[in-house]
């Protein structure tokens, strides 16, 4: 009989420590998309570099605007402010097939990535300017 407590005992430990986040470490719902995002702009660069048609997007603003962000990170008061800025930016680059005029709508839109990421987030920012045309 004590060993079965105990037994128990041990297993709601090893279930309780296997499902605390501190552990597991999985990304959240926002940190998943902002992958696909980054992905996104970097395979979206060549694809103007070749002279190639735009990529459809990842995600879209309902998703981003909802997801989840990682416990203990903060999202500013104007959040939403950014979210519809990038999405807004996103439209305009879709709307240009110029060439030129496609390198700037592009470094616009990655300009407004890092916008929110200097509010939000600024771990990514020397990753996501990577991807900007240099003047
Ligand atoms: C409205 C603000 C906002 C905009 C716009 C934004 N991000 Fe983010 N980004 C965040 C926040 C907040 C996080 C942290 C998410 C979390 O940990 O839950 C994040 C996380 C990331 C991450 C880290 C993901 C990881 O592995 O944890 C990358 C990379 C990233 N963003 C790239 C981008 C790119 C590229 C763009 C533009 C195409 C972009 N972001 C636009 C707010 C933003």
Redesign the pocket.
């Known amino acids: 009989m004590k060993v079965k407590s105990s037994f128990i005992l041990f297993l709601v430990f090893v279930v309780t420590i296997s499902q605390s986040s501190f552990v597991t470490d999985k ?2 719902e ?2 998943k998309l ?2 696909q ?2 992905a ?2 970097q395979q979206e660069k060549k694809q103007i570099e070749n002279n190639q048609t735009a990529l459809p997007f990842p995600t879209n603003l309902q998703k ?1 605007s909802k997801a ?3 416990a203990g ?1 903060k ?1 500013v008061n104007e ?1 939403e402010k ?2 519809r ?2 999405f807004q930016k996103l439209d305009v680059y879709n709307s240009t097939n110029d060439s030129s005029e496609r390198v700037v709508s592009f470094n616009l ?2 300009s ?2 890092v ?3 200097k509010q ?2 600024p ?2 920012i020397q ?2 300017e990577k991807s900007l045309f240099k003047e």
């Open positions: 990304p959240s926002l940190a902002m992958k995002m980054l996104y702009i981003v989840k962000i990682t990170k999202l959040h950014y979210v800025n990038f839109m990655v407004s990535c916008t929110c990421h939000e987030c771990g990514p990753v996501i």
